[in-house]
């Protein structure tokens, strides 16, 4: 989100380099964690005034948006008007799980660098209620992203694939637009992201890609948005 790119001489810059961040970590080294753990965390983000949370998991196991996660989520957007841009999965086609089912969320699928649906993208509709999402994608494969020091391997990238790398494109933009427009609360950052994107429903239906693919530059400059 808010690399500056500076192992890479600026070849490899977040997408909003001057966001302010809080660092949470919520799950253990293997990736797992307690719906406390990551509750704990959603809360404090959401009352140490982060405007934007973005949350790169999920559990697939778990689609009714009923669950604690889901229900979190959504408790926390109305109470703090914070936007949690949230992974949609990698089921492979299969439902997205909580948290990205929250409607409040913003539920990001991920498209590849040519536009086409990564076939690792939970789709939609929702269990149960038949809703839409997910709500927009991003670029989710064969993303350069910064290589923790206690991970294997060498050097300060790693490339990745996934809806957990398409998210944070999400978050960096709503951190552009929370720039623009200060006193937008979370849902209409949320409104000006899923009005303004490319449209892929040529090739796509609504369920496997939401409104189409972000469009950092278009949602900067548009003036007419729609509710999804």
């Not at 889901?70 to 703090?80: E, F, G, P, R, Y």
């Given at each position: 989100i808010a690399g500056t790119g500076a192992a890479s001489n600026g070849d490899n810059t977040g997408v909003a380099p001057a966001a302010d961040l809080?660092?949470?970590?919520?799950?253990?080294?293997?990736?797992?964690?307690?719906?406390?753990?990551?509750?704990?965390?959603?809360q404090w983000a959401a009352e140490s005034g982060a405007d934007i949370i973005n949350m790169s998991l999920g559990d697939p196991s778990r689609t009714d948006g009923l669950d604690p996660l889901?229900?979190?989520?959504?408790?926390?957007?109305?109470?703090?008007d914070t936007l949690f841009v949230i992974a949609a999965g990698n089921n492979y086609g299969g439902l997205i799980g909580t948290p990205g089912t929250a409607a409040s969320a913003l539920t990001v699928g991920a498209v590849d660098k040519q536009d086409q649906l990564a076939d690792f993208s939970s789709v939609g509709p929702l269990a149960g209620t038949g809703a839409l999402k997910p709500d927009l994608t991003a670029p989710g494969v064969a993303?350069?992203?910064?290589?923790?020091?206690?991970?294997?391997?060498?050097?300060?990238?790693q490339s990745k694939d996934g809806t957990s790398m398409a998210t944070p494109h999400v978050a960096g933009a709503a951190a552009i637009l929370t720039q623009q427009h200060p006193n937008w609360t979370g849902q209409q950052l949320k409104t000006?992201?899923?009005?303004?994107?490319?449209?892929?429903?040529?090739?796509?239906?609504?369920?496997?890609v939401g409104t189409g693919r972000l469009d950092i530059a278009a949602a900067v400059n548009t003036t007419v948005r729609a509710t999804g």
């Open positions: 809080l660092i949470g970590k919520v799950l253990n080294d293997n990736g797992y964690g307690y719906d406390s753990w990551i509750i704990a965390g959603m889901t229900l979190a989520v959504d408790t926390l957007s109305a109470q703090h993303i350069n992203a910064a290589r923790s020091q206690h991970s294997t391997g060498d050097g300060m990238y000006a992201l899923t009005s303004s994107t490319q449209a892929l429903s040529d090739t796509y239906s609504a369920y496997q």
